[in-house]
């Protein structure tokens, strides 16, 4: 097997089959390119479908102002750094999507709030699949770093919507939250409404600083490098089984591919010459 | 662009017609001074050779160095002599009729005596089993074979099946 096998053999393997790999790496990773650029584009499609209208925003802001008892200084301000963190802890809780979810769904349907909500690059959720856990995607609360600032928003493509959200969270914090801590009161600073293009909205970091470690961007489905990718791994993957079944057929069925081949029988080659075509006439 | 191209042409057909000439010099040392005569030309694929061609570009080489030569078409898969035509003095074409070893008997007898230079087109020793015949018949073989095509297996079976029948293998003329 391996006596009449070398990169030479490999090489007029190739030369005599180059046609039809050449055909099947065109063939194939034609085929399969079109299918990627094709998801590619069904994908973009899709992101920018929901994507394309205005994301109307209701902000609220909150300070935490802690209960300094007597004889307590100002040394222990590492501890109050740490109070808005508990009110935030509280909103990150299955208790607060449960709350918000319960009384969202009573006051729409739950397709409404599904078709008028992004629920992060392009994913579809139908209403069936609406739950508490995707409540996440609408409701976001941050700590201010440095400060004692909460700030907490609300989005989606209604802003009736996003400011009824916005009147759940406020009554969670009231009614819920509030109470339970007894080192600090929060103080109502402020409430806002925004309406975002779909671009500001891709760039806005919803999430908390500390969780911001995937910042959304605009939607990179159909970049330049994702249909590069799409095209040159076919090619790349098709070439490479090419090479692959060459390799084998140069191994398994030998060829004369040298001078030296015939020289096993001692026969010498008295000539080599081009392989020459049919001429009619009695021409070369 | 296109001049690269007609160079490269230009190139090519000059290798070939240096290939060719070295293999009729080969050829007519071998009748002259070896004295050998017919020369069989074989080869052990069944098609995609020009076997054919290359035996008549042989001949008419044999013919542009002065000499004259017969070259008796054997091989009745291809019937090729019907539409050639031949623009050269000296150099003559022979196609069996019946296809038998002693019809090409026949014919060497008379061709001979001549004192021409007589090359027989053989068809592949391992395809046709009359050709194994027609080569005892000749006194030297010439094996054409071509790169990347000639399978070993089929080779070292025509080099087996011809030395058992005491053929004698002068060379090999190989197709790039």
Known sequence: MFEHFGLMDIWSTFKRYKWIVILIILG???????????????????????????????????????????????????????????????FNTDFFNRYVYDRITLAYENSYIVSKINFGEGINISSNKFTPENVKEICFIKNIKDTMMISMLCRSYDEKLSEDIMKICKDFIISEVDDKISFANLKFAGQTRRSLSPAQAAMEDWKNEEESSNIRTAPSKGTVFSVMKGILIPIIGVSALSIIVIILIAMFNPTLNRESDFCEYDIPVIGEIDYCTRKIGGEK | MVGFYKRYIARKQERRKQGYKYISNAIIKMCEEDNISPIGITS??????????????????????????????????????????????????????????????????????????????IPPVIVLADAL??????????????????????????????????????????CI
Request: with cysteine; net charge neutral.
């Open chain 2, 133 to 174: 015949e027609y080569a005892k018949v000749c006194e030297n073989i010439l094996l054409i074979e071509r790169y990347s095509y000639s399978k070993y297996k089929d080779y070292e079976k025509t080099i087996l099946l011809l030395k058992r029948s005491e053929v004698v293998i002068s060379g090999a003329i190989a």
């Open chain 2, 44 to 121: 052990s694929i069944d098609k995609s050779t020009q076997k054919y061609d290359i035996c008549r570009n042989i001949c008419i080489e044999i013919c542009e160095n002065g000499r004259n030569v017969v070259l008796i078409n054997a091989d009745m898969r291809f019937n090729q002599s019907k539409n050639i035509k031949s623009y050269h003095e000296g150099f003559r074409e022979i196609s069996l009729v019946d296809f038998k070893v002693s019809e090409l008997r026949c014919i060497l007898k008379e061709e001979k005596d001549k004192g021409d230079i007589i090359i027989v087109n």
């Open chain 1, 28 to 90: 194939v990773s034609t085929v399969l390119s079109w299918k990627n650029i094709v998801n590619i584009g069904k994908d973009t499609e899709s992101v920018y479908m929901i994507n394309n209208a205005d994301v109307k925003v209701s902000s609220a802001s909150y300070y935490v102002e802690p209960l300094i008892e007597k004889g307590q200084g100002i040394n222990d301000s590492k501890f109050y750094r740490l109070i808005p963190e508990d009110y935030i802890a509280f």
